[in-house]
């Protein structure tokens, strides 16, 4: 069966053990937390040891753990075999293997896998339909930046601390898309500040600037039109040291899918033809075609150019502040117009 991360302790409570357990994602608290409360709970259910192992050692042999789950007697201590395996990969046989066990578990072994967040293959092979038929799937996702302060009033509600709806966005501000820093935070804040009400100057005294941004957020702001989002992450990676290079790298690089996506369209193709060629998954693929919906092939193209133009600056072919090119495509590429200039500046 599949489960939500907040589903989980009502369904230990209520069910009893499955002979396997996978947790899957790339938000590595939330991943954490979810397998803490699982093996908490499997050690009152008398399942006293544990045993770790790595799946990414390339002596790693499924087949091998699966037949030392199923050899322990009645008599010995029940236990956990944990698997820790960034990408989850099965071959044919050990596919097989995990579906043969699942039929006929051993009461005494729990499986716990551990994994990255996982792709569309994955979720279509044998063994993952067997885990979700035979035991428990939990794929845990980082809540999406309007969920962001939600949670964080909810954590803070947990430690019986009072933010203020400023307060909040505030802290949201401060470590956006870091949950770890998050839980750090807020648990200092506990500390400082038991059972009392706080508002956005306690914030600024007492929490660090811990925000997570990189290229890819910055695009993903560019592109669902979220201008102000997207400009605020841009100034952070400059303020943070992050070459213009990698940034116009970005930039460049969607616009030439965006370019290649809107041609092809222009030819007849199918939007999901494209974006499979064009790598383009999930949430990406939704955002590229709400983009491709608000800028005309012409645009995109002028765009392009003036990359050009920023990849002059940089390397001294140029003069003038690259930074303002890179603001201004940001702008246009989230549906704004780049008015702004400085002294000097042309748009």
């Known amino acids: 069966m599949k489960l939500r991360a907040e589903q989980l302790a009502n369904h230990l409570g209520r069910q009893p053990v499955q002979p396997i357990y996978l947790i899957a994602g790339d938000e590595p608290l939330l991943c954490g937390e979810s397998a803490d409360l699982l093996r908490r709970h499997l050690k009152a259910q008398g399942f006293s040891e544990r045993e770790l192992v790595h799946a990414d050692q390339s002596s790693f042999n499924w087949e091998v753990l699966l037949q030392q789950a199923n050899a322990l007697s009645l008599f010995a201590e029940r236990k956990i075999l944990e698997v820790r395996a960034p990408s989850l990969k099965f071959s044919k046989p050990e596919s097989q293997a995990l579906q043969a066990y699942l039929r006929n ?19 279509k092979s044998a063994w993952f339909s067997a885990i979700d038929a035979s035991g428990c799937i939990l794929e845990i996702w980082p809540p999406e930046p309007q969920q962001l302060l939600g949670w964080l009033l909810q954590r803070a509600q947990s430690l019986q601390l009072q933010l203020s709806e400023e307060a909040a966005r505030l802290l949201s501000d401060r470590i956006e898309g870091n949950l770890l820093a998050a839980k750090q935070e807020l648990d200092k804040l506990a500390l400082l500040f038991p059972n009392q009400a ?8 007492a929490v660090s600037d811990s925000s997570r941004f ?24 400059r303020h943070e040291g992050v070459e213009a290079a990698i940034v116009l790298w970005a930039i460049s690089r969607d616009l030439r899918s965006l370019i290649q996506v809107q041609q092809g369209l222009a030819r007849g193709q199918s939007f999901d033809s494209l974006a499979q060629s064009e790598k383009l998954w999930g949430k990406r693929k939704q955002l590229v075609q709400r983009c491709l919906r608000r800028l005309p092939l012409t645009q995109l193209q002028r765009l392009l150019m003036r990359c050009a133009q920023a990849d002059a600056r940089i390397k001294g072919q140029e003069k003038g502040d690259v930074w303002i090119i890179l603001s201004q495509l940001v702008w246009e590429l989230s549906g704004q117009s780049a008015l702004f200039v400085s002294a000097g500046e042309e748009i």
């Open 105 to 123: 578990p051993s009461p005494d072994s729990c499986l716990l896998l551990i994994a990255g967040r996982l792709d569309a293959g994955q979720k």
């Open 198 to 205: 706080l508002g956005s100057e306690e914030i600024l005294g």
């Open 214 to 237: 990189d290229v890819f957020a910055l695009m993903d702001a560019a592109l669902e039109s979220n201008t102000l989002r997207s400009e605020r992450i841009l100034q952070a990676l």
